[in-house]
T-cell receptor, first 115, second 115 residues
Framework: AQSVTQLDSHVSVSEGTPVLLRCNYS??????LFWYVQHPNKGLQLLLK??????LVKGINGFEAEFKKSETSFHLTKPSAHMSDAAEYFC?????????????FGKGTKLSVIP | EAQVTQNPRYLITVTGKKLTVTCSQNMNHEYMSWYRQDPGLGLRQIYY???????DKGDVPEGYKVSRKEKRNFPLILESPSPNQTSLYFC??????????????FGQGTRLTVV
């Protein structure tokens, strides 16, 4: 079985300061991990993905995430927040070795950016 | 353009009146799935399909039906909708490449209200 825990339901940062959104996962097999972003009244857009290549993954809009197997974490970071980053972010895990395929979503972290 | 298309985008219906939400993808993906999104709960999987004529229950299948007669289409059927099925629904598709599942592509969402 797989699961995802996003450690903060809401994060608030000032524009220009770093962003850290935390995600821990559990997985029985070799996981694929994703971060998606959802802007208000919009669908889900892929930010970045980890699929057993480099542990530091770079995504769109200056976001990156580091896969740490020993800590079962996949935290999302950005050096400097922009107003347009205000959105809800979802950490997602899938088991690539299980024979079936199921995406499991975290409950989401709402990011607010203060001018 | 690669995309997942859901229809309708918005729907208000009455309790007990059967409805179908359509989902179509043009990427020849094997895998398709349905999710519902509720505040504070993230996205929860309703049903998924690994390929044509192969479907399986997700985490919250009660009250829903699906079919996969063609690779590109995966409709969601509510035989007798109830108010607790008021939610935002997303369809997604994905494909397995090089031993790992690639990221899921999402439709724009269907906001369903059952009164």
């Amino acid at each position: 079985a797989q699961s995802v825990t996003q450690l903060d339901s809401h994060v608030s940062v000032s524009e220009g300061t770093p962003v850290l959104l935390r995600c821990n996962y559990s997985s029985s097999y070799s996981p694929s991990l994703f971060w998606y972003v959802q802007h208000p009244n919009k669908g889900l857009q892929l930010l970045l993905k980890y699929t057993s290549a480099a542990t530091l993954v770079k995504g769109i809009n200056g976001f990156e995430a580091e896969f740490k197997k020993s800590e079962t974490s996949f935290h999302l970071t950005k050096p400097s927040a922009h107003m347009s980053d205000a959105a809800e972010y979802f950490c997602v895990v899938s088991d690539s070795g299980a024979g079936s395929y199921q995406l499991t979503f975290g409950k989401g972290t709402k990011l607010s950016v203060i001018p | 353009e690669a995309q997942v298309t859901q229809n309708p985008r918005y729907l208000i219906t009455v309790t007990g009146k059967k409805l179908t939400v359509t989902c179509s993808q043009n990427m020849n993906h094997e895998y398709m799935s349905w999710y519902r999104q509720d505040p504070g709960l993230g996205l929860r999987q309703i049903y998924y399909s690994m390929n044509v004529e192969v479907t399986d229950k997700g985490d919250v299948p009660e009250g829903y039906k699906v079919s996969r007669k063609e690779k590109r289409n995966f409709p969601l059927i509510l035989e007798s909708p109830s108010p607790n099925q008021t939610s935002l629904y997303f369809c997604a598709s994905s494909s397995r490449r090089t031993g790992a599942w690639a990221e899921a592509f999402f439709g724009q969402g269907t906001r369903l209200t059952v009164v």
